[in-house]
């Protein structure tokens, strides 16, 4: 089955730049996802389409892709920024969805 | 304002089927913008996604629960479902109903991103 792979944990100090990747194989042809899970709360996108922001989304936040590798970046991260960020995608056929296993943000 | 919200037991017995509903609200299931999809998450663990539904009917679900799942709307209601039969432990999890925006071009439609969630339930499975 279709997996995308991120790093478990990511940790930086305030006012740092923080970056997250995901790995999979039909991301070339396929968009990547980035949802933000704060505790106890449900996800909310910050990034769809490789590199586009929600309205409402701060502008530190962006995305990348290249080859095989989506990459999130938070330019200047804030201590309100940790949390769990998950990419999301989709197989070759467009039909299976799939989460990554998630990264925990630390940024102290 | 839309607004989702699962319903449905919080406790499961094994090898009995979990049954959970999602009521939409502040706007129709009957919209061709969208796709209606579950997904779960166990205690401590990451996201899964377990399938979709159209207003139409039709459904596309995750290839290692299909042979357990189905999910069906009912849009005189404005709700979906999700039943799951011959439940694990394993399958303890916060589910959560979620809106995936729909987008069709040269005569083929691609899933956009997951706008509106519910606040998730919690279902636990155990005797």
């Known amino acids: 089955s279709y997996e995308l792979t991120q790093p478990p944990s990511v940790s930086v100090s305030p006012g740092q730049t923080a970056r997250i990747t995901c790995s999979g194989d039909?991301?070339?042809?396929?968009?990547a996802y980035w949802y933000q899970q704060k505790s106890g709360q449900a996800p909310v996108v910050v990034i769809y389409?490789?590199?586009k922001r929600p309205s409402g989304i701060p502008e530190r936040f962006s995305g990348s892709s290249s080859g095989t590798l989506a990459t999130l970046t938070i330019s200047g991260a804030q201590v309100e920024d940790e949390a769990d960020y998950y990419c999301?995608?989709?197989?070759?056929?467009?039909?299976?969805?799939?989460f990554g296993g998630g990264t925990k943000l630390t940024v102290l | 304002q839309v607004q989702l919200q699962e319903s449905g037991p919080g406790l499961v017995k094994p090898s009995q089927t979990l049954s959970l509903t999602c009521t939409v609200s502040?706007?129709?299931?009957?919209?061709?913008?969208?796709?209606w999809s579950w997904i779960r998450q166990p205690p401590g663990k990451g996201l899964e996604w377990i399938g979709y539904?159209?207003?139409?009917?039709?459904?596309y679900y995750n290839p290692s629960l299909k042979s357990r799942l189905t999910v069906s709307v009912d849009t005189s209601k404005n709700q979906f479902s999700l039943k799951l039969t011959s439940v694990t432990a394993a399958d303890t999890a916060v589910y959560y109903c979620?809106?995936?925006?729909?987008?069709?071009?040269?005569?083929?439609?691609?899933?956009?991103?997951?706008?509106?969630w519910g606040q998730g339930t919690l279902v636990t499975v155990s005797s």
């Open positions: 979620a809106r995936e925006g729909r987008r069709c071009y040269d005569s083929s439609c691609y899933f956009s991103y997951f706008d509106y």
């Open positions: 502040g706007g129709s299931i009957r919209s061709a913008d969208y796709y």
């Open positions: 539904v159209f207003y139409t009917g039709d459904t």
């Open positions: 039909a991301l070339p042809k396929k968009y």
């Open positions: 389409d490789d590199i």
């Open positions: 999301y995608s989709t197989d070759s056929s467009g039909y299976h969805r799939v």
